[in-house]
T-cell receptor
């Protein structure tokens, strides 16, 4: 247990569905991250929230919409996804300073049909 | 732009062998370098974190070294066991614009198989 939880762990959705991924951290951190891990590709940073403000959006398509209502919770809202969006989505948190360690959740395995 | 490369892509060894995984990065202006383990279909477990001012870190049978000037890090696993079988990822945390959070750039990983 890293102190970062993600739900659901597995999700299958059609291209016309709307769903949300949830991440919660119990570590008192002030920065949270979404990463995407596709087959055969390195982990890619998608979004960063620091003190509940988005500080980075890594050219992610608008069909992915993040939300950070408070420093402990992070959501990724999904709509009209494509099959190539099927991947493992990982959430992480840190204390926000450059030298601090990032702690990762177990991920949500997303399949878009 | 930071790029991280891991060699080899896959490694298969008999139980008990000592082994070395390699990681190289292109931009030496890093906060730290972190090694992770990932089991199939699972999240990342942090193994070792080396700050930019440090040369190595040790945890049990694991030892990680960092040479910033040459842009290299190695993960040494002593007396490997079948339970060590997993994908090992290294990630360099770089300065990012004017923000303080830093940015992790991952390598593609080394798939390690330790057979009995």
């Amino acid at each position: 247990e890293t102190g970062v939880t993600q739900t659901p762990r597995h999700l299958v959705m059609g291209m016309t569905n709307k769903k949300s991924l949830k991440c919660e951290q119990h570590l008192g951190h002030n920065a949270m991250y979404w990463y995407k891990q596709s087959a055969k590709k390195p982990l890619e940073l998608m979004f960063v929230y620091s003190l509940e403000e988005r500080v980075e959006n890594n050219s992610v398509p608008s069909r992915f919409s993040p939300e950070c209502p408070n420093s402990s919770h992070l959501f990724l809202h999904l709509h009209t996804l494509q099959p190539e969006d099927s991947a493992l989505y990982l959430c992480a948190s840190s204390q926000g300073q450059g030298s601090s360690e990032q702690y990762f959740g177990p991920g949500t395995r997303l399949t878009v049909t | 732009k930071q790029e991280v490369t891991q060699i080899p892509a896959a490694l298969s060894v008999p139980e008990g062998e000592n082994l070395v995984l390699n990681c190289s990065f292109t931009d030496s202006a890093i906060y730290n370098l972190q090694w992770f383990r990932q089991d199939p279909g699972k999240g990342l477990t942090s193994l070792l974190l080396i700050q930019s001012s440090q040369r190595e870190q040790t945890s049990g049978r694991l030892n990680a070294s960092l040479d910033k000037s040459s842009g290299r890090s190695t993960l040494y696993i002593a007396a490997s066991q079948p339970g060590d079988s997993a994908t090992y990822l290294c990630a360099a945390k770089s300065f990012s614009g004017g923000t303080s959070y830093g940015k992790l750039t991952f390598g593609q990983g080394t798939i390690l198989t330790v057979h009995p």
